[in-house]
């Protein structure tokens, strides 16, 4: 059974950084693609970034430049680093891979 599991999310000011984990069970993220997803209140959700099995990484256009994706195989855990972070930032965010069923998610929330 796979299960994704997010953490790291709370409350930031503009332009504070967060670091965000998705511990993964009954997958290895070392061989998926994974993926950050987020959705804001009233909101469809949407992609973020995009880490591939071969270690290729892209971005939404609203967060490249200030977001990175990665990945520790022998924690079998992926990471999202959060940087300059803006109020349009606040969302749940969710890590994915194809196929498998969305975790809580992680509240982020970026207002001074």
């Known amino acids: 059974q796979v299960q994704l599991s997010e953490s790291g999310g709370g409350l930031v000011q503009p332009g504070g950084s967060l670091r965000l984990s998705c511990a993964a069970s009954?997958?290895?993220?070392?061989?998926?693609?994974m993926t950050w997803y987020r959705q804001a209140p009233g909101k469809q959700r949407e992609l973020v970034a995009i880490?591939?099995?071969?270690?290729?990484?892209s971005y939404a256009d609203f967060v490249k430049g200030r977001f990175t994706i990665s990945r520790d195989n022998a924690r079998n855990t992926v990471y999202l680093q959060m940087t300059s972070l803006k109020p349009e930032d606040t969302a749940v965010y969710y890590c994915?891979?194809?196929?498998?069923?969305w975790g809580q998610g992680t509240q982020v929330t970026v207002s001074s």
């Open positions: 880490l591939t099995s071969g270690g290729s990484t």
């Open positions: 994915n891979s194809p196929g498998t069923a």
């Open positions: 009954g997958i290895a993220v070392s061989i998926h693609s």
